[in-house]
């Protein structure tokens, strides 16, 4: 199997717990890291990759952050793009209503109204800490600032979530991605970019999309196993992934990405 690159989404998929990599996944990255470029593909925030990246041992390697809205190499933002400040308002308005709070992500900052068990389980699988506020004074200091945010997160319930989903769908459907990570949590992103976008942009010029394998299990993963020369769903993933992949590796808490490459990337 001859590939150049090899991208990887992170919770599912490459990572074996919910919060890391295994030993066997840390020792066949670093047996074709010197052969293959490593690129970490994932909805996470910087700093909740960054630490995964230097456990593989892949540091000298870009990463592609909240699906491809912001793209680093190191310290230096290779691209970026934001969901304006106005439809995180509307966003705001429509979710309030129906009591879903939102997790704004911007760059490294990453804002929340008030702790929940939700929200711990990202302190904790994430390993990075967000910042309590209201949210109408986030998108006040963001608009003084002339920010917008890289990903929103919402956050409720199952029924609220199944609420609110198509009335997002029916107002943001042509400018934002939205996609529901679970039952009870949404998250929104620009409509322009994508993962693939961002393994675009990574592409050297001796580089095309066939010399690319890529691994993943969940919706915004599908794009990229589609058009990559490889996409390989794990186990776990959903049905509908999984419908499309070109091959299936075992359960992401199996190892499955690290025995694929065992087996088929033979250095």
Known sequence: MDFKILCSDLDGTLLTYKDNVSDFTISEIKRIKDYLRIILVSARMPQSMTYIQK?????????????GALVLHGTKELFSTFIHIDQIASIYDMANKVGIQLG????????VEMDSERVQKEIKYTKTLPSFRDTQATIGDWRDRKMGAHKIMLMGNKENTDNLFPILQE??????????????LIEIAPKTVSKLTAIKLLLEEHESLKDVIAFGDNYNDMEMLQNVGRGIAVANARDEVKSIAHDLAL??????????????ILI
């Open 251 to 264: 359960k992401n808490s199996e190892d499955g990405v690290a025995h694929y490459i065992k087996q088929h």
């Open 171 to 184: 107002n943001f459907n042509q400018t934002l991605n939205l996609y529901r990570s679970n039952d009870t």
């Open 55 to 67: 456990n593989l041992g892949i540091e000298n390697e870009p990463i592609i952050c909240y699906n």
């Open 104 to 111: 704004l992500y911007s760059k490294s900052e990453w804002y």
